[in-house]
């Protein structure tokens, strides 16, 4: 497991992410923005980028890097190269780890080859499903076969492999469920990310019992094949969690860029922004050198603790209170709510982390913070 990080003054680790918008298809468990990739489009998001960077630089040595979407993969191998050059050109080493993200029918070995020049160090492939019926309602075109053949061109790099599978989808059963998972298992990856459907078309109401029982079967055969768990939905072998995401738990320091990035800053005063939505319009206030947000909040040290409580919490380390009352001083109006819930659903009061119970109602409890 990673170290956790230390807030001391000018130790903040900060994380850079990069949102490529680009995707073929769109599926009804997606709510990031997305347009559909053209020559036109590509070029303008790879000038705007470039700017971007200009008038927003960072102030130190980024961390890690994740490059999220749409689906960067969706990129041409030398527009992976041109985007990966604007920032090395301006680091003096790579971060520690990079991430890029990419879907079955993107993954080319041209591709791979640039990105490994490049300092990518890991790579997480959105799977989904293997069965054919789950697919089908999830709105993925990709074969089992393909998922194969790309998650085996991936690994003849030394890249870290992460594999996403999404559970309780209309249709399938805790069987159905299973299956998929083994099979993503059996590919051996690095780590394997399982998120619970969610239909952001409104259209289905979830239904918490029948979730429980697919959140349960996940952990334990998980558990099983040496997947340890590191957050709710997030599983790795000893070394491999992504530190990325950890860092965003522990509510560290990110720049956001792209359109509809997000960054947080927490010194002098945290501050959270949202660059808009819209390709054309995030790099038209590029352009004119004034940024286009969708969202610019001042965030107050109990509302950035009540965050580090309630993102601590999804992961079974948990909080640690030392670290907590260094960088917050009083606690304690988040440890009053928490004491008012049964002992149960704790494992270690010292270190205030949810048991296998309290991870099962993580979003109930931080509902309630």
Not at 156 to 170: G, V
């Amino acid at each position: 497991m990673f170290r956790q990080a230390n807030f001391a003054k000018n130790t903040v680790p900060l994380g850079i992410y990069v949102h490529v918008p680009f995707c073929a298809s769109s599926c009804s468990y997606c709510a990031f923005y997305k347009v559909a990739p053209t020559r036109d489009r590509i070029a303008l998001f790879l000038k705007t980028i470039e700017a971007e960077l200009d008038l927003r630089p960072w102030n130190r040595a980024p961390e890690t890097m994740y490059w999220g979407g749409g689906t960067p993969g969706s990129l041409t191998a030398q527009d992976l190269s041109n985007l990966g050059n604007c920032f090395l050109k301006r680091m003096e080493t790579p971060p520690v780890e990079w991430t890029v993200e990419f879907s079955p029918s993107t993954v080319k070995a041209d591709k791979l080859d640039v990105l490994q020049k490049t300092g990518v160090t890991r790579i997480s492939m959105g799977i989904q499903s293997f069965s054919e019926k789950t697919k089908n309602t999830l709105g993925r075109q990709q074969t089992a076969r393909q998922v194969v053949d790309a998650y085996n061109l991936i690994k003849a790099f030394p890249f870290r492999k992460n594999l996403d599978l999404i559970f309780a989808s209309k249709n399938q059963n805790i069987d159905d469920w299973l299956q998929d998972l083994q099979q993503c298992i059996d590919l051996d990856p690095d780590s394997i990310s399982t998120y619970c459907m969610t239909d952001e078309s409104g259209q289905s109401t979830p239904d918490p019992d029948r979730e429980r029982d697919f959140y349960l079967a996940t952990w334990d055969l998980l558990e099983k094949t040496g997947y340890a768990q590191y957050e709710v939905s997030n599983f790795a072998k000893p070394g491999k969690a992504c530190l990325h995401n950890i860092r965003t738990w522990e509510m560290a320091e990110w720049m956001g860029y792209g359109p509809s990035a997000a960054s947080q800053m927490i010194r002098p005063a945290c501050v959270r922004t949202k660059n808009t939505a819209s390709l054309d319009d995030w790099a038209s206030g590029i352009e004119n050198r004034r940024p286009h947000f969708d969202e610019v909040v001042t965030v107050s040290n109990e509302e950035l603790l009540l965050d580090c409580f309630i993102f601590g919490l999804r992961m079974p380390s948990g909080v640690h209170l030392d670290t907590l009352r260094a960088r917050f001083g009083n606690v304690d109006s988040c440890l009053k709510t928490l004491q008012s819930l049964p002992e149960s659903l704790f494992q270690n009061a010292s270190r205030t982390a949810l048991s296998r119970d309290g991870l099962l109602l993580a979003d109930t409890i931080a509902r309630l913070l």
